[in-house]
């Protein structure tokens, strides 16, 4: 390790693109030039350069990570941490340290080997219903495995099953040939959300503008880092956003077209790939070929039509629920499910308000919008 002892005001200086060190656990590393290869996209270092990242660092990577970041390091920091670390900080570390040595990080195969088997169940039951004419059961049926689906290929895309990338990675194309959610979009901008949760400009996971503006900030031009370019707020947008509140459902029940849209774009405009392209272009493939040829099964086309709509706004459950852990305060999501009590169960984590609302214990720099507060 290099002997020279790094500042806190001196780190603070290397923050902007070209330049960029990060402080983990005490140390300081020049990571200017790795932002390219780095898994997580370059666009973290960008956004957390010459700062401490010690609890994002140790949040997302796995123990032997720190052992590959030797050649960047510049120094040991003239201090372990920058002055008092922030009330939330402290809990939060405490709870991971906890989490961890309980055990809880480790992964339990026998899971997704049970997890794997109800897939194919619900995939096989899928297709039995539709060859038996009963084509709506069996569109209820392909949108929850969908969903449920959809949380094997999160922890894939986030290496959480066997914490080896290239495994990992061809796991979760094994899912999305059967999800068809590019990996590689996924994680580009997953990574993003991850880091910085909630961030108007930065986050692209509430960047809906014309459609919805979760935050009052998009009330005026914001610019997108992560898109790159500008959200603004005009035409569209002022027409629309007022009427949020209602259009907010309806938009969940065709999410998943979106999220085809956004996979697509990912690599016509030359995005990350984080996997491998030809992989990714036909396992996308392989999604269409199935799905559609299922969808065929249905008798007439606007029965087919049917189909499609109704598979894809059962995963809107889904979306609902990433919504409510990411965007609304434990009053919005109380008054969320009172409207729809069906959600609500005290026995059932998934649907609770004390477990939804632990997603990130850390100041929100907006308040999301739920309801029509905009006029018209």
């Not at 979760?172 to 901008?189: D, Q, T």
Request: with cysteine; charged share 15%; hydrophobic share 45%.
């Amino acid at each position: 390790m290099p002997s020279r002892t790094v500042s806190w005001e001196e780190l603070s200086r290397h923050s902007q693109p070209g330049d960029l060190w990060i402080a983990v656990a005490g140390v300081a590393y020049d990571v200017s030039d790795f932002g390219d290869d780095h898994p997580g996209g370059k666009m973290v270092f960008e956004r957390s350069g010459g700062r401490d990242v010690t609890e994002p660092f140790q949040a997302y990577h796995p123990d032997w990570v720190a052992k590959t970041m030797k050649r960047f390091e510049v120094g040991r920091m003239e201090s372990s941490r920058r002055g008092t670390l922030p009330g939330p900080t402290v809990m939060y570390t405490k709870l991971f340290a906890e989490i961890k040595s309980a055990g809880l990080l480790e992964t339990d195969y026998g899971f997704y080997v049970r997890t794997g088997a109800w897939l194919s169940f619900l995939f096989a039951l899928a297709w039995g219903l539709v060859l038996s004419g009963r084509w709506v059961l069996g569109a209820v049926t392909i949108g929850i495995f969908w969903q449920q689906a959809s949380f094997v290929g999160h922890d894939a895309g986030h290496n959480s099953i066997t914490h080896n990338r290239k495994t990992d990675g061809n796991i979760a194309l094994v899912v999305n040939a059967f999800i068809g959610v590019g990996m590689s979009w996924w994680k580009s901008s997953h990574n993003i959300h991850h880091i910085l949760v909630n961030s108007t400009d930065c986050d692209p996971d509430i960047q809906h503008l014309p459609l919805l503006a979760p935050s009052h900030n998009y009330l005026q031009t914001t610019h997108s880092e992560y898109h790159d370019f500008d959200l603004v707020f005009d035409g569209p947008a002022k027409y629309l956003v007022p009427y949020q509140h209602l259009t907010f459902f309806p938009l969940l029940l065709v999410a998943k077209f979106g999220m085809y849209i956004h996979a697509i774009r990912h690599f016509m405009t030359g995005g990350t790939v984080f996997i491998h392209k030809i992989k990714e272009y036909f396992v996308m493939i392989f999604f269409m070929c199935w799905y559609l040829s299922l969808a065929m099964l249905v008798p007439t086309w606007p029965e087919r039509v049917m189909f499609v709509m109704l598979s894809h706004s059962i995963v809107s459950i889904l979306h609902l629920q990433v919504g409510l852990c990411c965007l609304y305060s434990e009053q919005e999501i109380r008054a969320i499910l009172w409207a729809f009590p069906v959600l609500w169960s005290e026995t059932c984590p998934i649907f609770h308000p004390s477990y939804v609302c632990l997603s990130w214990a850390l100041p929100r720099p907006t308040r999301p919008l739920v309801s029509n507060t905009l006029g018209h």
